[in-house]
Structures are given as structure tokens and as C-alpha cells.
């Protein structure tokens, strides 16, 4: 157990919806990332926030937005949903922002579009 | 950009050394990490090396890292069927001065026969 929880485990809904991923990251860890997992283009890094702010951008859709709140956990926010967006999507947290610290990940949310 | 490459399969019989490989591009990289992930679940953390280092070893696993030739590998010492799973390598790079993040392979998933 990484000890980072992600709710829920699965999410079906239909294109053009909108869906929110939560994430809590481990005890004492301030910065929180998230990846989408899919066959095709593997494991690609989304955003990246560290004790509410945003800290890095990755290869995140205008869609989709993300918040980090005064408690640290974290929503993803997914909007006009289309069939391309099914996928895993993990969360991962670290103690700081810095120089590659570690990254520990929860066990994910698959998202089916229908 | 950063791009990290791993072959996509690796056989072997349980109680053999597993050897997974992997080459990045960006010489600049400073951490380079392992993940496993088993069917259904996140990505674990198993180890990383700091490119500073060229060797890092903990109980049955051990790193190498050639930075010459970019070139990272995980032996996996008394491999057993447990050890089945996709094993993910990772580079964290900061293109552009930004804040950095991790560029993943697209795994190498190993399979081990009684």
C-alpha cells in the first residue's frame, strides 16, 4: 500500500460528460502529480502541484483541469468527455517539488467512455 | 524531448536472473527510477539511482546505469513467479529549464515459468 488514495477505482459514463478524479496524497507529502495510462501512448505526465500551486504542465488537455486544495488533496477535473479519454488515471505524491523525488502512486481510476 | 525506450517482453524461468533494459536520450536526466506494476494495481516504486551513481544494489535487485551510453537495466537476482509484472523505467529530466518531470517507457512486461 502506497498509502495515496484514489476514488473512485472505475467511472463509466458517455461522451461530452464531465467526471471528477479525487486524489488524497500519503501522509506528509505536499506535492501531487497526474498521469494518464493508456494502451497507445503509455504513461504521460498531466500536471503537477505542490502545496496548492501549480508546479509543472505536462501534456494536459484544455479540457481537462486540476486543483490541489488547503487539505492537499487533489481533484481532476475531465470535461466534454470523448471516447479517446478512456483510460487510467493515477495520482502520485512526493514529500517536496524538488529535483526527482521519488514518486509514490495509488492504485488508479480507469475511466470508460461509452 | 526525453524519450525512454524498453522492450516490451522478457521470459524467463523461475529461479534465473531477469535482466530488463533500458536506454534514455536526454543526457541531462538526474534520477532514473524502476516501477513495477502488477495487473489491476498502481505502479510501486522499487528503486532509483541518481546519475551520479553507477551502481546501486538492494537485496535482489540491482541497477546499473552506463551514462555514456544512456543505458539503464534492473537484474532481478532469483526471479520468481511472484516477480510476474510489467516493469516500467524512468527518466526525470527538466527540458526547457522547467520544473522537471518524469518521462516513463512503456514497460517491459515479464513473465516467469515454474
Known amino acids: 500500500d502506497s498509502g495515496v488514495t484514489q476514488t473512485p477505482k472505475h467511472l463509466i459514463t458517455a461522451t461530452g460528460q464531465r467526471v471528477t478524479l479525487r486524489c488524497s496524497p500519503r501522509?506528509?507529502?505536499?506535492?501531487v502529480y497526474w498521469y494518464q495510462q493508456s494502451l497507445d501512448q503509455g504513461l504521460q505526465f498531466l500536471i503537477q502541484?505542490?502545496?496548492?500551486?501549480?508546479?509543472a504542465k505536462g501534456n494536459i488537455l484544455e479540457r481537462f483541469s486540476a486543483q490541489q486544495f488547503p487539505d492537499l488533496h487533489s481533484e481532476l477535473n475531465l470535461s466534454s468527455l470523448e471516447l479517446g479519454d478512456s483510460a487510467l488515471y493515477f495520482c502520485?505524491?512526493?514529500?517536496?517539488?524538488?529535483?526527482?523525488?521519488?514518486?509514490?502512486f495509488g492504485d488508479g481510476t480507469r475511466l470508460s467512455i461509452l | 524531448g526525453e524519450d525512454v525506450e524498453q522492450s516490451l517482453f522478457l521470459s524467463v524461468r523461475e529461479g534465473d536472473s531477469s535482466v530488463i533494459n533500458c536506454t534514455y536520450t536526454d543526457s541531462s536526466s538526474t534520477y532514473l527510477y524502476w516501477y513495477k506494476q502488477e495487473p489491476g494495481a498502481g505502479l510501486q516504486l522499487l528503486t532509483y539511482i541518481f546519475s551520479n551513481m553507477d551502481m546501486k544494489q538492494d537485496q535482489r535487485l540491482t541497477v546499473l546505469l552506463n551514462k555514456k551510453d544512456k543505458h539503464l537495466s534492473l537484474r532481478i537476482a532469483d526471479t520468481q513467479t511472484g516477480d510476474s509484472a510489467i516493469y516500467f523505467c524512468?527518466?526525470?529530466?527538466?527540458?526547457?529549464?522547467?520544473?522537471?518531470?518524469?518521462?516513463f517507457g512503456k514497460g517491459t512486461k515479464l513473465s516467469v515459468k515454474p
Open positions: 502520485a505524491s512526493s514529500v517536496a517539488a524538488g529535483l526527482g523525488q521519488p514518486q509514490h
Open positions: 501522509s506528509g507529502d505536499l506535492s
Open positions: 524512468a527518466a526525470f529530466t527538466t527540458p526547457g529549464g522547467s520544473q522537471g518531470n518524469l518521462i
Open positions: 502541484y505542490y502545496n496548492g500551486e501549480e508546479r
